[in-house]
């Protein structure tokens, strides 16, 4: 018994020890440290997104220095990338270190009570050794739950980059859900046409299948670049997204639709096609066909379209214009 007294007294100075160590590793200062990072990595992204999206509407500036505004914003989401994964490391290790430092400190308990019953000699209870074995299931049980992957919401799985066996990899897509009662449309429109647009901006939507049907939507989220901090979008998300007002019943996933967004409307205007409108040497000007034959006429213009273009000056109603 005296042996046995020995043995018990020796393991736990060990476990002490352990312990000890347990909660100098465990010191938040790691945890901390990263999400400082991960903020830091998150501002420069949104810099380096503001600092390409300026590039971008200076047509004057030279292209070598738009790539390394480009080269920039590249390198910072690499390194957003790589902030999120130290985070998430450092916050997975605070989780098991604290239930670490639990099952320790029960073993701790666990010697102290069988020094105490060898003392005494008394046979071990039972209840510290089923509270330690419940905590290293519950440890197991988290690892498995931070193995899985499970979805936001219910849906439908429209595609699944990922198959039984395989090794899922962070930051990547594994599976796309959809909720086919909230469908809505989304398009990938470039710089030019983004920075004319606005949240909640009225839409008129033809579906390509039923051109004949007109629905009214609007401009619900758009890039965070453009959107002026206020959209819901992530970082990485450069889609335009457009909802519609009305939904029709029979509305399927995949459709294709043509989207007018209406930027300005002017009514009784001068207007004339595109085809009419002259440029040459920097200027900008019709063809006048007159009873002693042509003339130019500089004009200035106003609102513009695809099919029509204001006249504002240069040009007066029942003039008859010579088309290129």
């Not at 450069?238 to 007002?245: A, T």
């Not at 043509?258 to 085809?275: A, D, G, R, S």
Request: charged fraction near 25%; proline fraction near 3%.
């Amino acid at each position: 018994q005296q042996d046995a007294l020995a043995e018990a007294t020796i393991n736990r100075e060990k476990i002490r020890l352990e312990l000890q160590q347990v909660h100098t590793h465990s010191d938040s200062a790691t945890l901390i440290s990263a999400q400082i990072e991960l903020e830091n990595a998150q501002q420069h992204v949104v810099n380096s997104e503001y600092e390409l999206q300026k590039s971008l509407d200076r047509d004057w500036e030279p292209e070598d220095l738009r790539r390394q505004y480009e080269r920039a914003l590249k390198a910072a989401q690499e390194g957003l990338a790589i902030a999120q994964a130290r985070y998430n490391d450092a916050l997975a290790g605070s989780g098991a270190g604290s239930l670490d430092r639990q099952i320790l400190e029960q073993e701790l308990a666990l010697v102290d009570l069988r020094i105490t019953q060898l003392q005494r000699d008394i046979d071990p209870l039972l209840k510290l050794d089923v509270e330690r074995a419940r905590l290293e299931v519950q440890k197991i049980e988290n690892q498995i739950a931070a193995a899985q992957l499970i979805a936001p919401f219910d849906g439908e799985v429209l595609s699944l980059n990922i198959r039984a066996g395989s090794q899922a990899e962070a930051f990547q897509t594994a599976i796309v859900l959809a909720q086919p009662e909230t469908l809505e449309i989304t398009a990938e429109l470039g710089s030019e046409q983004l920075n004319q647009m606005s949240l909640e901006q009225a839409a008129t939507i033809a579906l390509r299948n039923r051109p004949e049907e007109t629905f009214r939507g609007t401009v619900h989220q758009l890039p965070y670049a453009f959107s002026g901090g206020t959209s819901a979008a992530d970082d990485d998300d450069s889609r335009v997204r457009i909802r519609l007002d009305n939904p029709p019943t029979n509305l399927a996933l995949g459709e294709l639709a043509m989207v007018v967004i209406t930027l300005e409307e002017k009514e009784n205007v001068l207007w004339l096609p595109p085809t009419a409108i002259r440029t040459f040497q920097r200027r900008t000007f019709v063809v006048i066909e007159e009873a002693d034959g042509q003339r130019r006429s500089d004009i200035r213009m106003g609102i513009e379209s695809e099919t029509r273009v204001e006249i504002l000056e240069g040009v007066e109603e029942g003039q008859i214009i010579v088309g290129e």
